[in-house]
């Protein structure tokens, strides 16, 4: 069901919040081939361009594409093309800088680590950070960087935990590894120093003359929590403020929260309308869940559960439509077309009525010869797969697939849902 109201909706979704729920962030397949971004658009949605990940940070991709599309709806606005590997680089710095890594990097997250990362460094365009990377759909520069990091922390230059403290040299090594410009390597220092003692959240350090902005410098079209009507605020905004240290929850007027996907039928359904009505006012809805790829068919789909379990991973992707059946009145509402009549979406919200499959755009890539999609770059999940069971199974080392260590899990895990709703 496309919705083509006053506006034309945009949908999107991103996984991993809380923080039991880590973005390990699935890879779906082969990730040395580079693919073209596909230049197909969904008519009824204001989507930025499907990109591929290489590496399992997800959470980023999901991010920026759902930041990408708020930016879209304001009036006049054009596409933005926000840097993961920007936010790649600053989350690997955090990690080193602060004693969280002492083998290896780790590349997953979740919503939370994300926000704080974009509220301490900004933003900056693909083009403006890695130049040569600036139209490609996936990012191998973030691939090779993680190799050169890990080898330094292993046996190079970060060997040592005194080495990993010295900011400075973290950074350096950072500036290496991403093989940054000098004059990207000037303007981080400009803004943040050479061994990052001012940040964004907490400095009044101006970014005149750089690439770098502010999450406040962004406009975003969001719709206001008590009355519903659009408003156009800004990106820090919709992030909020992180109210703890081990809080999920973030304050603010317009800020998005977190919310677990419940157990009880009746309390799933629920959850689900909160996530329809935010939809159908054109807000994007953030959503993780975990992948199994046993379960992945030769149409793009994850119908079910896989009879036998396969490759596993966390994942964050960006809801953009559903389909529904029993709607009281009108049946089904199918996925994929525009559904103009009020009293159909309304009525969409019923109790009895059953969602039965919710269509993401992913960070998989726009077309691949390994795999199907319904739609470039977009995976149909049906609800008998998202509410599971599936034998959820630590993986092998060698990421072939799962051992016979395994356990009842559902696929769904939360939303991310804007102020309101």
Same mark, same amino acid.
């Given at each position: 069901?496309?919705?083509?109201?006053?506006?034309?909706?945009?949908?999107?979704?991103?996984?991993? @919040?809380?923080?039991?729920?880590?973005?390990?962030?699935?890879? !779906?397949?082969?990730?040395?081939?580079?693919?073209?971004?596909?230049?197909?658009?969904?008519?009824?949605?204001?989507?930025?361009?499907?990109?591929?990940?290489?590496?399992?940070?997800?959470?980023?991709?999901?991010?920026?594409?759902?930041?990408?599309?708020?930016?879209?709806?304001?009036?006049?606005?054009?596409?933005?093309?926000?840097?993961?590997?920007?936010?790649?680089?600053?989350?690997?710095?955090?990690?080193?800088?602060?004693?969280?890594?002492?083998?290896? *990097?780790?590349?997953?997250?979740?919503?939370?680590?994300?926000?704080? *990362?974009?509220?301490?460094?900004?933003?900056?365009?693909?083009?403006?950070?890695?130049?040569?990377?600036?139209?490609?759909?996936?990012?191998?520069?973030?691939?090779?960087?993680?190799?050169?990091?890990?080898?330094?922390?292993?046996?190079?230059?970060?060997?040592?935990?005194?080495?990993?403290?010295?900011?400075?040299? +973290?950074? %350096?090594?950072?500036?290496?590894?991403?093989?940054?410009?000098?004059?990207?390597?000037?303007?981080?220092?400009?803004?943040?120093?050479?061994? +990052?003692?001012?940040?964004?959240? %907490?400095?009044?350090?101006?970014?005149?003359?750089?690439? $770098?902005?502010?999450?406040?410098?962004?406009? /975003?079209?969001?719709?206001?929590?008590?009355?519903?009507?659009?408003?156009? @605020?800004?990106?820090?905004? !919709?992030?909020?403020? #992180?109210?703890?240290?081990?809080?999920?929850?973030?304050?603010?007027?317009?800020?998005?929260?977190?919310?677990?996907?419940?157990?009880?039928?009746?309390?799933?359904?629920?959850?689900?309308?909160?996530?329809? #009505? !935010?939809?159908?006012?054109?807000? =994007? @809805?953030?959503?993780?869940?975990?992948?199994?790829?046993? !379960?992945?068919?030769?149409?793009?789909?994850?119908?079910?559960? =896989?009879?036998?379990?396969?490759?596993?991973?966390?994942?964050?992707?960006? +809801?953009?439509?559903?389909? *529904?059946?029993?709607?009281?009145?009108?049946?089904?509402?199918? /996925?994929?077309?525009?559904?103009?009549?009020?009293?159909?979406?309304?009525?969409?919200?019923?109790?009895?009525? %059953?969602?039965?499959? $919710?269509?993401? %755009?992913?960070?998989?890539?726009?077309? #691949?010869?390994?795999?199907?999609?319904?739609?470039?770059?977009?995976?149909?999940?049906?609800?008998?797969?998202?509410?599971?069971? *599936?034998?959820?199974?630590?993986?092998?080392?060698?990421?072939?697939?799962?051992?016979?260590?395994?356990?009842?899990?559902?696929?769904?895990?939360?939303? +991310?849902?804007?102020?309101?709703?």
């Amino acid at each position: 069901m496309r919705f083509d109201l006053a506006r034309r909706s945009l949908l999107a979704a991103l996984l991993a @919040v809380g923080t039991t729920f880590t973005a390990g962030c699935s890879l !779906a397949g082969d990730e040395e081939e580079e693919t073209a971004a596909s230049d197909d658009a969904i008519v009824d949605i204001e989507n930025s361009r499907v990109k591929r990940q290489s590496i399992g940070n997800c959470w980023l991709y999901a991010t920026a594409s759902w930041a990408e599309s708020l930016a879209m709806q304001v009036p006049g606005a054009r596409e933005l093309n926000m840097s993961e590997s920007y936010w790649t680089y600053w989350h690997w710095f955090d990690q080193i800088a602060n004693g969280a890594v002492s083998s290896e *990097i780790s590349t997953g997250g979740w919503y939370s680590t994300a926000a704080e *990362i974009i509220t301490r460094y900004g933003v900056v365009n693909e083009g403006s950070f890695i130049p040569s990377e600036a139209a490609d759909e996936m990012s191998l520069r973030q691939k090779s960087a993680l190799e050169k990091m890990n080898a330094s922390i292993k046996s190079g230059a970060l060997s040592t935990p005194e080495a990993r403290r010295d900011r400075a040299l +973290v950074r %350096k090594e950072l500036d290496k590894a991403f093989e940054l410009a000098p004059n990207v390597v000037t303007q981080l220092n400009r803004v943040f120093g050479a061994g +990052v003692t001012r940040t964004l959240d %907490k400095s009044t350090v101006s970014t005149r003359f750089t690439s $770098i902005k502010r999450a406040s410098d962004i406009k /975003v079209r969001l719709r206001d929590p008590g009355t519903k009507e659009p408003v156009t @605020v800004n990106l820090q905004d !919709a992030l909020g403020t #992180r109210t703890s240290t081990w809080s999920s929850y973030r304050s603010g007027r317009y800020a998005w929260q977190p919310s677990s996907y419940p157990y009880s039928p009746s309390s799933r359904r629920s959850m689900l309308a909160r996530v329809q #009505r !935010a939809m159908h006012d054109g807000q =994007p @809805v953030i959503m993780s869940w975990y992948v199994d790829f046993n !379960a992945l068919d030769a149409q793009g789909r994850f119908a079910a559960p =896989p009879a036998t379990p396969g490759r596993q991973g966390g994942h964050m992707v960006v +809801v953009e439509d559903y389909q *529904i059946n029993d709607v009281p009145g009108f049946g089904t509402l199918k /996925v994929g077309e525009n559904e103009t009549r009020p009293e159909a979406l309304a009525a969409a919200l019923s109790p009895s009525a %059953k969602i039965e499959l $919710i269509r993401v %755009k992913n960070s998989w890539g726009s077309f #691949r010869p390994d795999r199907e999609f319904v739609l470039p770059g977009f995976h149909d999940l049906y609800m008998d797969y998202l509410d599971g069971p *599936i034998q959820q199974c630590t993986q092998k080392d060698d990421d072939t697939g799962s051992t016979d260590d395994c356990w009842d899990a559902t696929p769904l895990n939360d939303f +991310v849902l804007p102020a309101g709703y």
